[in-house]
């Protein structure tokens, strides 16, 4: 897939206040400072598409970007460890819960999980309220350009015999680097493949 266009749309805290549900629909997500903002930038090829921070809990709103004039891309506050207090987080925890839950054309949620560490029960537990809710996501290694190929695949594999433990099947994943760029295209590859998915499911097609 090549990113032609990518703009910014619209930033709020509400579902219904969201743009009309008429195009397929990426969230990304992740514990704070997973590095996702960099992602997003990385993977439009737009330096300061989202907003980049040092400080943890950045994004506090449900961000949409338009990506192509053909599906949108959402950036959504993170989980986990932020400097907010435990009313916002709160706030945070509800707001999410109904994006998820509401969102029709919600195609897929990828969950950014930080290479370099263990299995952290933060991403876990979000992982299984997606399955209870029925909610397709795919598991996005952050960071692999931070330590050698050889730590990152006994670090994934780890993580995979963790998530084996209590997935029947389990979800797709890709291995990216925000500063070089590695899984981007398959990244880009894999929601260009549920874009035409979805074309070719719908009523007239």
């Known amino acids: 897939m090549i990113i032609r266009d990518a703009r910014f749309l619209t930033s709020n805290t509400r579902v219904d206040l969201c743009p009309p549900p008429d195009r397929p629909e990426y969230a990304f997500i992740g514990r704070s400072n ?38 949108y891309l959402v950036d959504l506050p993170g989980y986990g460890y932020a400097k907010v207090s435990k009313t916002a987080r709160a706030e945070w925890h509800k707001m999410i819960n109904a994006y998820l839950q509401r969102r029709e054309n919600l195609a897929c949620v990828c969950v950014l999980i930080d290479s370099r560490l263990p299995p952290q029960a933060s991403d ?32 994934i594999a780890t993580y995979l015999v963790k998530m084996n433990e209590t997935w029947d099947e389990l979800p797709r994943h890709f291995l990216t680097s925000a500063s070089t760029k590695a899984g981007r295209d398959e990244l880009l590859g894999f929601i260009d493949e549920v874009n035409q998915q979805l074309a070719a499911a719908a009523p007239g097609a």
């Open 34 to 71: 997973v590095g996702k903002s960099s992602l997003i930038n990385a993977l439009t090829s737009r330096a300061s598409l989202a907003k980049t921070s040092a400080s943890p809990g950045k994004t506090q709103l449900i961000n949409h970007f338009l990506i192509n004039e053909q599906w």
């Open 124 to 155: 876990l537990e979000f992982m299984e309220k997606l399955g209870e809710m029925g909610v397709p996501f795919v598991m996005v290694f952050t960071k692999i350009d931070k330590q050698s190929a050889s730590q990152t695949r006994t670090l």
